[in-house]
């Protein structure tokens, strides 16, 4: 049974910094891909940042240059580092971890609420 945990999330205001973990926990191939969603009140999840094992990196346009995806192989754990929040940084943020060959896999975490006041 795959789990992942994410820890980090809270309150914090405009241009501050946080920092979200998300731990796996079971049996998964190392060749994935880790990432982080987000999902606001009425609008649907979006990509944040994923970071493959190969050591691809990719950003949404509305973080790059504030957030840096960073991934532990050996912890099984990816990080997202939120550096300059903004009030539209608001939302629920999900960890993903996936693989899209054979085995192919794709869990979510329960999600952690990042909440930015202005």
């Known amino acids: 049974q795959v789990q992942l945990v994410e820890s980090g999330g809270g309150l914090v205001q405009a241009g501050e910094s946080l920092r979200l973990s998300c731990a796996v926990s079971g049996s998964t191939f190392y060749t994935n891909v880790m990432g982080w969603y987000r999902q606001a009140p009425g609008k649907e999840r979006d990509m944040v940042a994923t970071h493959s094992s190969g050591g691809t990196t990719n950003y949404a346009d509305s973080v790059k240059g504030r957030f840096i995806i960073s991934r532990d192989n050996a912890k099984k754990t990816v990080y997202l580092q939120m550096n300059s929040v903004k009030p539209e940084d608001t939302a629920v943020y999900y960890c993903?971890?996936?693989?899209?060959?054979?085995?192919?896999?794709?869990?979510w975490g329960q999600g952690t609420q990042v909440t930015v006041s202005s």
């Open positions: 993903n971890v996936r693989r899209d060959v054979f085995p192919t896999y794709n869990y």
